[in-house]
């Protein structure tokens, strides 16, 4: 019977806070595609790398996978259509913020909650990443970790893992709520690699596109008690003046 290597959440996380720093060049050559499975999961994840990118020109792609209307199902005041209006309004003024122009920010719609992980649907987002990445003429492609503990985020993965078979370009991930795990959890890896970013340079221009993400941290959408907010021990992560990008 074969057995597969694992570690709790709790080793998983020392491990990437221990990972070893580098440069954003060694990184991020070239331009870069983000691909974000919510809109704020782009500022979370690595808007430092992003807001550094940008500084030295070579600002990334930002790619929404999911339209994020999921956040408040019950709100009659951001019904689907507004809200997702909202969202992505929120994820141009979080890019603009962070360097990067309205024109290198794209969407693919999917639904919240929702995102492929296989099938016609998960082909046709594919093949429309491929394309962004050649016409930008990316090296890197970013996306979530694919141990997030929600299922848009394991199907980004997927999505930039089939992109990279696809177009030949490099990838890592970078954790969201996989920060959130019970340490006690098995997580089935048999290591944690990759490296650090140092952010601290633009730790408070993160800080600034987080914050641009109002509909999913303050009382922008007051009337859906059961909507999303952001946890502050989310948001506490991300104080950290580093960022964490996985190998595959």
Not at 53 to 60: L, N
Not at 72 to 99: K, W
Not at 188 to 195: I, Q, Y
Request: proline residues 9%; charged residues 20%.
């Amino acid at each position: 019977m074969l057995t597969v290597p694992s570690m709790t959440a709790g080793e998983a996380q020392q491990r990437m806070r221990a990972l070893p720093f580098a440069t954003l060049d060694d990184i991020a050559p070239s331009t870069s595609l983000i691909l974000a499975p919510h809109p704020d999961d782009e500022s979370l994840g690595c808007g430092g790398l992003i807001a550094m990118a940008s500084a030295c020109g070579r600002p990334p792609a930002i790619v929404g996978v999911t339209d994020g209307v999921g956040s408040h199902p019950n709100s009659r005041s951001h019904p689907p259509v507004r809200l997702r209006a909202t969202r992505a309004a929120e994820l141009r003024d979080a890019a603009a913020i962070l360097g990067v122009g309205a024109k290198r920010v794209h969407y693919l719609g999917l639904p919240d909650a929702s995102a492929p992980h296989a099938g016609p649907r998960f082909d046709i987002a594919v093949a429309a990443i491929v394309a962004l990445v050649r016409h930008y003429r990316v090296a890197t492609v970013f996306a979530s970790w694919g141990y997030d503990p929600h299922s848009d985020h394991a199907a980004t993965a997927a999505l930039a893992e089939a992109v990279a078979r696809e177009a030949n370009v490099r990838v890592a991930f970078y954790p969201v709520w996989g920060w959130l795990l019970p340490p006690d959890a098995p997580v089935p890896l048999a290591d944690v690699a990759g490296r650090r970013l140092d952010i601290a340079a633009v730790l408070e221009c993160k800080r600034r596109a987080i914050q641009a993400h109002r509909s999913q941290y303050s009382d922008l959408i007051a009337d859906d008690p059961t909507g999303f907010r952001l946890p502050r021990a989310l948001l506490g992560v991300f104080e950290q003046p580093f960022e964490v990008f996985l190998a595959p």
